[in-house]
Protein backbone atom coordinates (compact mmCIF):
# COMPACT_ATOMS: atom_id res chain seq x y z
CA UNK A 1 0.00 0.00 0.00
CA UNK A 2 2.80 2.64 0.71
CA UNK A 3 4.39 2.08 -3.17
CA UNK A 4 0.87 2.78 -4.42
CA UNK A 5 0.11 5.61 -2.30
CA UNK A 6 3.98 7.14 -3.76
CA UNK A 7 3.19 5.95 -6.99
CA UNK A 8 -0.25 7.38 -6.76
CA UNK A 9 -1.97 4.48 -8.66
CA UNK A 10 -3.09 1.00 -7.85
CA UNK A 11 -0.72 -2.02 -8.08
CA UNK A 12 -0.77 -5.17 -8.16
CA UNK A 13 1.40 -7.83 -6.75
CA UNK A 14 1.89 -11.69 -7.55
CA UNK A 15 3.29 -13.94 -5.19
CA UNK A 16 4.72 -16.71 -6.94
CA UNK A 17 6.35 -19.83 -5.13
CA UNK A 18 4.61 -22.49 -2.24
CA UNK A 19 5.45 -23.30 1.31
CA UNK A 20 4.73 -23.95 4.85
CA UNK A 21 3.39 -20.33 5.12
CA UNK A 22 1.48 -20.30 1.98
CA UNK A 23 -1.89 -20.25 3.90
CA UNK A 24 -0.98 -17.50 6.32
CA UNK A 25 0.11 -15.67 3.67
CA UNK A 26 -3.11 -15.80 1.52
CA UNK A 27 -4.77 -15.08 5.03
CA UNK A 28 -2.59 -12.22 5.25
CA UNK A 29 -2.95 -10.61 1.76
CA UNK A 30 -6.53 -10.71 1.98
CA UNK A 31 -6.84 -8.52 4.90
CA UNK A 32 -4.26 -6.15 3.13
CA UNK A 33 -6.44 -6.12 -0.03
CA UNK A 34 -9.62 -5.79 2.25
CA UNK A 35 -7.86 -2.81 3.91
CA UNK A 36 -6.35 -0.90 0.66
CA UNK A 37 -8.49 -1.07 -2.42
CA UNK A 38 -5.90 0.51 -3.94
CA UNK A 39 -3.44 -3.49 -4.13
CA UNK A 40 -4.74 -6.67 -5.62
CA UNK A 41 -2.85 -9.42 -4.38
CA UNK A 42 -2.76 -13.35 -6.11
CA UNK A 43 -0.93 -16.16 -5.27
CA UNK A 44 0.10 -18.25 -7.76
CA UNK A 45 1.55 -20.66 -6.53
CA UNK A 46 4.65 -22.91 -7.65
CA UNK A 47 5.75 -21.98 -10.98
CA UNK A 48 6.40 -25.45 -11.81
CA UNK A 49 7.26 -27.21 -15.51
CA UNK A 50 9.25 -26.02 -18.23
CA UNK A 51 8.91 -22.14 -19.03
CA UNK A 52 6.23 -21.51 -15.95
CA UNK A 53 8.30 -19.05 -14.09
CA UNK A 54 9.71 -16.99 -17.83
CA UNK A 55 5.83 -16.99 -18.29
CA UNK A 56 5.18 -15.43 -14.94
CA UNK A 57 8.24 -13.00 -15.08
CA UNK A 58 6.88 -11.59 -18.79
CA UNK A 59 3.51 -10.66 -17.51
CA UNK A 60 5.05 -7.86 -14.75
CA UNK A 61 7.25 -4.87 -14.86
CA UNK A 62 9.23 -5.47 -11.23
CA UNK A 63 10.47 -8.87 -9.59
CA UNK A 64 10.25 -7.67 -5.49
CA UNK A 65 12.93 -9.51 -3.63
CA UNK A 66 11.89 -8.55 0.01
CA UNK A 67 14.26 -11.25 1.50
CA UNK A 68 16.04 -10.60 4.92
CA UNK A 69 17.95 -13.40 5.19
CA UNK A 70 21.50 -13.04 3.06
CA UNK A 71 20.51 -15.17 -0.02
CA UNK A 72 23.64 -16.93 -0.79
CA UNK A 73 23.42 -15.51 -4.69
CA UNK A 74 19.26 -14.44 -5.63
CA UNK A 75 19.11 -16.39 -9.22
CA UNK A 76 15.64 -15.59 -9.80
CA UNK A 77 17.07 -11.66 -9.76
CA UNK A 78 19.03 -12.61 -12.99
CA UNK A 79 16.16 -14.65 -14.14
CA UNK A 80 13.71 -11.24 -14.12
CA UNK A 81 16.69 -9.43 -16.06
CA UNK A 82 16.75 -12.09 -18.69
CA UNK A 83 13.26 -11.20 -18.83
CA UNK A 84 13.75 -7.56 -18.88
CA UNK A 85 12.39 -6.91 -15.12
CA UNK A 86 14.40 -4.70 -12.86
CA UNK A 87 14.28 -5.81 -9.18
CA UNK A 88 14.17 -4.18 -6.12
CA UNK A 89 15.74 -5.73 -3.29
CA UNK A 90 17.02 -5.35 0.20
CA UNK A 91 21.19 -5.11 0.53
CA UNK A 92 21.47 -8.85 1.57
CA UNK A 93 23.71 -11.66 1.17
CA UNK A 94 24.92 -12.08 -2.46
CA UNK A 95 22.07 -9.47 -4.05
CA UNK A 96 24.67 -6.81 -4.43
CA UNK A 97 26.56 -9.43 -6.35
CA UNK A 98 24.12 -8.73 -9.64
CA UNK A 99 21.66 -5.76 -8.96
CA UNK A 100 23.68 -2.63 -9.25
CA UNK A 101 21.57 0.04 -7.40
CA UNK A 102 20.07 2.59 -10.41
CA UNK A 103 21.73 0.32 -13.12
CA UNK A 104 19.34 -2.69 -13.01
CA UNK A 105 16.84 -2.29 -10.05
CA UNK A 106 16.77 -1.06 -6.38
CA UNK A 107 18.74 -1.93 -3.75
CA UNK A 108 17.24 -1.06 -0.85
CA UNK A 109 20.17 -0.26 1.83
CA UNK A 110 18.27 1.27 4.84
CA UNK A 111 18.46 -0.48 8.38
CA UNK A 112 16.23 -1.66 9.47
CA UNK A 113 15.25 -3.87 6.67
CA UNK A 114 11.26 -2.67 6.78
CA UNK A 115 8.07 -2.57 4.93
CA UNK A 116 8.08 1.53 4.04
CA UNK A 117 11.81 0.92 2.66
CA UNK A 118 10.88 -1.51 0.28
CA UNK A 119 7.69 0.21 -0.24
CA UNK A 120 9.91 3.41 -1.24
CA UNK A 121 12.61 1.30 -3.90
CA UNK A 122 9.72 0.09 -5.71
CA UNK A 123 7.96 3.61 -6.04
CA UNK A 124 11.61 4.81 -7.09
CA UNK A 125 12.01 1.98 -9.65
CA UNK A 126 8.02 2.60 -11.37
CA UNK A 127 8.08 6.88 -10.69
CA UNK A 128 9.34 7.15 -13.92
CA UNK A 129 8.80 5.04 -17.28
CA UNK A 130 11.95 6.49 -18.66
CA UNK A 131 13.80 5.12 -16.02
CA UNK A 132 11.88 2.37 -15.73
CA UNK A 133 13.21 1.52 -19.33
CA UNK A 134 16.79 2.35 -18.15
CA UNK A 135 16.81 -0.04 -15.28
CA UNK A 136 15.43 -2.94 -17.33
CA UNK A 137 18.20 -2.86 -19.76
CA UNK A 138 20.57 -2.42 -17.01
CA UNK A 139 18.83 -6.00 -15.25
CA UNK A 140 18.72 -7.64 -19.32
CA UNK A 141 23.10 -6.67 -18.87
CA UNK A 142 23.58 -7.88 -15.89
CA UNK A 143 21.92 -11.31 -16.73
CA UNK A 144 23.72 -11.61 -19.74
CA UNK A 145 26.63 -11.19 -17.91
CA UNK A 146 26.11 -13.57 -15.45
CA UNK A 147 25.16 -16.28 -18.32
CA UNK A 148 25.35 -20.04 -17.81
CA UNK A 149 27.80 -19.71 -21.32
CA UNK A 150 30.15 -16.71 -18.96
CA UNK A 151 30.16 -18.81 -16.02
CA UNK A 152 31.77 -21.56 -18.42
CA UNK A 153 33.66 -19.76 -20.20
CA UNK A 154 35.28 -18.49 -17.05
CA UNK A 155 35.27 -21.53 -15.49
CA UNK A 156 37.46 -23.38 -17.99
CA UNK A 157 39.62 -20.18 -18.60
CA UNK A 158 41.08 -20.69 -15.14
CA UNK A 159 41.34 -24.97 -15.53
CA UNK A 160 43.32 -24.27 -18.28
CA UNK A 161 45.10 -21.73 -16.96
CA UNK A 162 46.21 -23.91 -13.53
CA UNK A 163 46.69 -26.92 -16.24
CA UNK A 164 49.59 -24.39 -17.82
CA UNK A 165 51.42 -23.76 -14.48
CA UNK A 166 51.55 -27.29 -13.56
Given at each position: PGAAR???RPLALTVVGDGPAAAALGEQAAAVVARHAEVRVTLAGWAAGPGALADQLRRH????????????????GLEA????LPTVAFD???????????????????VPRTASALAAGIARALSDPAAW???AQGARAA???HSADRFADALLSAVLALHAER
Open positions: ALGHLLVMPSLWPEPFGLVGAAGSGGIPDWLEDGVGGVLVREARLAAA
